[in-house]
């Protein structure tokens, strides 16, 4: 089984370029997520949707947006895109909205913004 | 604010036990969580401990001290696959997941 896939693996991007990320999973999870992993800090959040049709800010959104139209797909857009948005990008999903619900996780997405 | 501490970096020999601890200090608590990350993958689930005490799974055992804010993960006849970082998480008053930057596990023969 997939699981969750994320589009491109990596990417090298100009700043003040538009780019979308790609998450989609085959698991029917209701819930999912963006993060963003950065050397010597903890994931954050950058936006979330717990159903199709609803999303939310996490920690950081700044810079960042996201749509749910269904519930497989996720992506995340950067619609001018900046140095400190260089990172690696995380999609993950969890069963329902419920807190304590297992987030499993996608490959991740390189990204490097010059 | 919201902190979450952990080493960033132990080694361990193979065969042997090593314990990774996490300290907290958030905005309330609903939860720890622990996960695995190998160089260049995703996480994946490990552990959540809502309650003080020991949970064991196999090889690991996760550990919860809510009044000290204190948490660890005990790895035991460590495997050369256990090389891998190991994040905690908590909860905090939102139901948002903390994470920690996570500890870094080298496993030596």
């Known amino acids: 089984t997939a699981g969750i896939t994320q589009a491109p693996t990596s990417q090298i991007l100009a700043a003040g370029r538009s780019m979308t990320l790609r998450c989609t999973q085959d698991?029917?999870?209701?819930?999912m997520y963006w993060y963003r992993q950065d050397l010597g800090l903890g994931l954050r959040l950058i936006h979330y949707s717990n159903t199709a049709g609803t999303t939310g800010k996490g920690e950081v959104p700044d810079g960042y947006s996201v749509s749910r139209a269904n519930t497989d797909d996720f992506p995340l857009t950067l619609a001018s895109a900046v140095p400190s948005q260089t990172s690696v990008y995380f999609c993950?999903?969890?069963?329902?909205?419920?807190?304590?619900?297992?987030?499993?996780f996608g490959p991740g997405t390189r990204l490097t913004v010059l | 604010g919201q902190n979450i501490d952990q080493p960033t970096e132990m080694t361990a020999t193979e065969g042997a036990i090593v314990q990774i601890n996490c300290t907290y200090q958030t905005s309330g608590f609903n939860g720890l969580f622990w996960y695995q990350q190998h160089a260049g993958e995703a996480p994946t689930f490990l552990s959540y401990?809502?309650l003080d005490g020991l949970e064991e799974k196999g090889r690991f055992s996760s550990f919860l001290s809510r009044s000290k804010g204190y948490s660890y993960l005990l790895l035991k006849e460590l495997q050369m696959k256990d090389s891998a970082s190991y994040l905690c998480?908590?909860?905090?008053?939102?139901?948002?997941?903390?994470w920690g930057a996570g500890t870094k596990l080298i496993i030596k023969p």
């Open positions: 993950a999903s969890s069963d329902s909205g419920e807190f304590t619900d297992t987030q499993y």
């Open positions: 698991m029917r999870h209701n819930a």
């Open positions: 998480a908590v909860g905090d008053s939102n139901y948002q997941l903390i």
């Open positions: 401990n809502v």
